[in-house]
């Protein structure tokens, strides 16, 4: 019993399937639409000048981890642009075989010579037409459709301060330096003399203030006090002066014991 109901189940997945609207795509004559990030094979590019980007740095070939590029490059010769003298490359291989579409090829590409393109690979029966030689890789320039990603796009990606507000750096103080002038320019320069102020009026006279003159000191002694001290000094003795001053006492002098004597 359990058999039936499986049966009957597949057969009713077969039927419901038979009548839907197919999802396949016939390619090459139909393809899809693919998105904007698309990366199916490789194309080399010309710059504004109209010559070949590559200058043949080999930065590509050393860089690959599959080594699946080989670049021969040429010597330095004058651009006939712009007649500098600039590098070339004069042989250019790419083996998609091997191929693993990490795309370090473009990002180290210093001129942007190398992109990827969103042309879908053609169904070949050989391996060699998987390799695209210079000519190929130039001819998929013109008839694919270049991939958005380039060497300048792919490092702004990984740079650390990607999506950071950029910091703003004080502005420096520029000191100017002081430049000599020319004698009549520093004559113009100069500071003009402040005007002279005007004549202050004439001082009123002042009248002078007569001072008393000072009476006169009565003398200092009297003829009885000169009389008296000239006396004492002539005649050596302390006689009294005059004025009832007493003569200078004499000095004392210690009386001496005698010895008593023996009994």
Not at 81 to 86: E, N, V
Not at 219 to 238: C, V
Request: net charge neutral.
């Amino acid at each position: 019993m359990p058999y039936l109901v499986d049966s009957a189940k597949v057969l009713w997945m077969t039927l419901t399937s038979a009548f839907r609207k197919p999802t396949t795509v016939h390619f090459p004559a139909e393809r899809r639409p693919r998105p904007e990030r698309t990366r199916v094979s490789f194309a080399l590019v010309h710059d504004e000048n109209d010559e070949e980007a590559c200058i043949g740095c080999m930065l590509c070939q050393k860089i690959c981890p599959s080594d699946i590029i080989t670049v021969t490059a040429a010597k330095k010769r004058e651009s006939p642009a712009t007649g500098k003298k600039r590098g070339y490359a004069d042989d250019f291989t790419l083996d998609l075989n091997a191929c693993i579409y990490c795309e370090l090829c473009v990002q180290v590409c210093p001129t942007d010579a190398i992109l990827m393109t969103k042309v879908h690979a053609t169904p070949s029966f050989s391996r060699e037409d998987l390799v695209l030689t210079m000519d190929k890789l130039y001819a998929n320039e013109v008839e694919g459709t270049l991939s958005w990603a380039t060497s300048a796009k792919l490092l702004e990606m990984q740079s650390p301060t990607r999506g950071q507000e950029p910091v703003k750096k004080p502005a420096k103080k520029v000191v100017k330096k002081a430049v000599a002038k020319p004698a009549e320019e520093a004559k113009a320069d100069a500071p003009k003399p402040a005007d002279k102020p005007a004549d202050k009026p004439a001082d009123k006279p002042v009248a002078k203030v007569e001072t008393p003159e000072p009476a006169e000191e009565p003398a200092k002694k009297t003829e009885e006090d000169t009389a008296s001290t000239t006396g004492a000094t002539a005649g050596g003795a302390s006689a009294p002066h005059a004025s009832g001053a007493l003569s200078p006492r004499p000095p004392l002098v210690a009386p001496s014991r005698e010895e008593e004597p023996e009994s």
